[in-house]
Each structure stands twice: as structure tokens, then as C-alpha cells.
């Protein structure tokens, strides 16, 4: 699994979270950029990633969907507004 967050402290609970679940964190990210070159590097079964984080998450969404056809992208976000997941999910979240 590749985790793409920018907040630290969200950073460590969600992957202290995944890990005792029995989830292995391959690689972490803190933007946009790096989340593709991390999701590329790896080619993860899941890519964990934060809408809001620097560069865009949607960005990261669709690039990996379109690269990585096999890897699951779920969406992590706090954010309420219907319109971030439907456009998530037209990038290609699951």
C-alpha cells in the first residue's frame, strides 16, 4: 500500500492504524508529485490518498487510474462536500 498525506499527524495514525489491521505501508507521500512517483515506484494493490493535499488528490487519482489500472484507489479526506467525492470518483476512486 502506498499512503498519500500531507498532515503528519494524520500521516502517523492512519498508518499505525493500517499496520496493527494488518496492512503493509510500502511507501508514504506528502504531495501530489510524490504520490504518483511513489504509486509508480511500487505498483501497489491500494493507494490510500488525501483530496486535499498539495498538487491535488484528484490529480493523483486520475493519473494512477490511468497508469495503474490493477491498483485500488481509495479516497482519504475530512471533507463533506459531495462534489470532492463524486469528482474523485470520476478521476477513478473506487
Known amino acids: 500500500m502506498v499512503l498519500v498525506e500531507d498532515e503528519e499527524i494524520s500521516l502517523i495514525a492512519v498508518r499505525r492504524i493500517l499496520e496493527q489491521s494488518g496492512f503493509s505501508v510500502r511507501r508514504e507521500a506528502r504531495d501530489a508529485r510524490r504520490g504518483i512517483e511513489a504509486a509508480l515506484g ?6 490510500l490518498v488525501d483530496l486535499g493535499i498539495p498538487g491535488g488528490g484528484i490529480s493523483v487519482i486520475r ?3 490511468r497508469l495503474l489500472p490493477d491498483t485500488a484507489v481509495v479516497v482519504l479526506t475530512a471533507s463533506d462536500d459531495h462534489a470532492d467525492l463524486l469528482d474523485a470518483i470520476r478521476a477513478g476512486a473506487e
Do not use: G, N, S
Not at 511500487?42 to 493507494?47: A, C, H, M, N, S
Open 63 to 65: 493519473d494512477v487510474a
Open 42 to 47: 511500487e505498483r501497489p494493490d491500494i493507494l
